[in-house]
C-alpha cells in the first residue's frame, strides 16, 4: 500500500547540535507538507513543499523535497529546546477524479538537552 | 491557536456503541479531513469533506462515516466501536483540499 517512511523515529542532541529527519515515500508525491505536534498537543502546519528539488527556509529550519518527489528532508541547524516536539512528513497522493489522501509517516520525536 | 474547535475533548464509550464527534472549521475554510491517531503513531488519514461532499477516504471500514453541514462544520460517526477505535481523533480545516492542514485540538476517545 501507500506508505511514508519517516527515520529516525527518536532522536536525542544536545542543545546546539544539529538534527535531520528523513521521509521516503514508494510512490511519487504531489506534494509534500511538514507538521510539528508538541507533546499533548496537536499537529502544526510548518511548510509545504511542491516542486522537485524544492529547497526551503524558515531561520534555522531548511525542508527539501528530492528531485523524483518521492524524498524529503527537514534540517535542523543548532537546536534549541524549542524545538523538542514530534516532527511528521505528510506526503500528498491524488488518485482517480483528482481526490486525494495526505499521508503522514510515523514521525521523528526530537529530545533536545539543555 | 487555529480556528478549528472539536468537541468533546473526551469521550469514553464501551464496545460496540456508537459516537459522534463534531468538528467547527476555520472561518473561511471549505474542506474539513478527519484523522485517527494512536499513541506514538503518525496521523491515519480517515476521509475529506470538500463542499458537503466525502473527496477522498483512507482504509478505514464503513463503520466509519461522515458528514460536512452547509456551514462547513463536520460530525465523525463511528459504529460498533472495537477497542482498536481507542485513539485521538483530529479534525483538519483548510482552504481547498490539499492546502496546509489547520488542526483542532482533537478528541481522545477510549473504548472499554
Known amino acids: 500500500g501507500q506508505q511514508v517512511m519517516q527515520i529516525p523515529q527518536y532522536q536525542h542532541v544536545q542543545e546546539g547540535e544539529d538534527f535531520t529527519t528523513y521521509c521516503n515515500s514508494s510512490?511519487?508525491?504531489?506534494?509534500i507538507q511538514w507538521y510539528k505536534q508538541r507533546p499533548g498537543g496537536h499537529p502544526v502546519f510548518l511548510i509545504q513543499l511542491v516542486k522537485s528539488g524544492e529547497v526551503k527556509k524558515q531561520k534555522r529550519l531548511t525542508f527539501q523535497f528530492g528531485e523524483a518527489k518521492k524524498n524529503s528532508s527537514l534540517h535542523i541547524t543548532a537546536t534549541q529546546t524549542t524545538d523538542v516536539g514530534t516532527y511528521f512528513c505528510a506526503g500528498l497522493r491524488l488518485g482517480s477524479g483528482n481526490t486525494g489522501k495526505l499521508i503522514f509517516g510515523q514521525g521523528t520525536t526530537l529530545q533536545v538537552k539543555p | 491557536e487555529t480556528g478549528v474547535t472539536q468537541s468533546p475533548t473526551h469521550l469514553i464509550k464501551t464496545r460496540g456503541q456508537q459516537v459522534t464527534l463534531r468538528c467547527s472549521s476555520q472561518?473561511?475554510?471549505?474542506?474539513v479531513s478527519w484523522y485517527q491517531q494512536a499513541l506514538g503513531q503518525g496521523p491515519q488519514f480517515i476521509f475529506q469533506?470538500?463542499?458537503?461532499?466525502?473527496?477522498g477516504r483512507g482504509n478505514f471500514p464503513p463503520r466509519f462515516s461522515g458528514l460536512q453541514f452547509p456551514n462547513y462544520s463536520s460530525e465523525l460517526n463511528v459504529n460498533a466501536l472495537e477497542l482498536d477505535d481507542s485513539a485521538l481523533y483530529l479534525c483538519?480545516?483548510?482552504?481547498?483540499?490539499?492546502?496546509?492542514?489547520?488542526f483542532g485540538p482533537g478528541t481522545r476517545l477510549t473504548v472499554l
Open positions: 469533506y470538500y463542499r458537503e461532499e466525502e473527496n
Open positions: 510512490t511519487t508525491l504531489s506534494n
Open positions: 472561518s473561511g475554510h471549505n474542506t
Open positions: 483538519a480545516s483548510s482552504r481547498t483540499e490539499y492546502n496546509e492542514q489547520f
